[in-house]
C-alpha cells in the first residue's frame, strides 16, 4: 500500500495538505499527518509537491530529504517536477525511493531505461 498525499508550503513554511481540488486544508500538516500514518505501518508515502506538479521545475529536493530524514523507514516517493534524469538521480541521493515520472516522459525528456538504471 502506498499513501499518497499531496502537499503545499504555507506562508509560514508549514506543509499543509490541500483537499477539495486544492482549494481548503486538510486540518493537520504533512509532518503530523505523515508520523501518524508511520506509526500506524506506513511504509511508502508518495508525496506530491502540487507547486511543482506538472511544471517540470525539478523536483522540492528540500521537501524530501526532510521526509526521509523524518521517516527512516518509509520509502518516499517524489512527485512533482521531475524533467529529466539528472532530477531522478538526485531524489535518489536525497533519500527517496522512488520518483513519479509524468510529463518528462510523455514529452520525451527522458529515456525510461536511463530512469530506471539511476
Known sequence: ITIALDARQDA?????????????????TLDDLALRYARAGMRHLLCT????????????????QHLAGLLPDVAVQASG???DVADVAEARA????GAILG??????RMDLAEALAC
Open 49 to 64: 509537491d502540487i507547486a511543482r506538479d506538472g511544471m517540470l521545475a525539478g523536483p522540492n529536493i528540500g521537501l524530501y
Open 94 to 97: 536525497a533519500g527517496c525511493g
Open 81 to 83: 517536477g521531475i524533467r
Open 12 to 28: 509560514q513554511g508549514q506543509w499543509q495538505l490541500p483537499v477539495h481540488g486544492w482549494t481548503e486544508n486538510a486540518g493537520v
Open 103 to 108: 510529463k518528462a516522459l510523455l514529452e520525451q
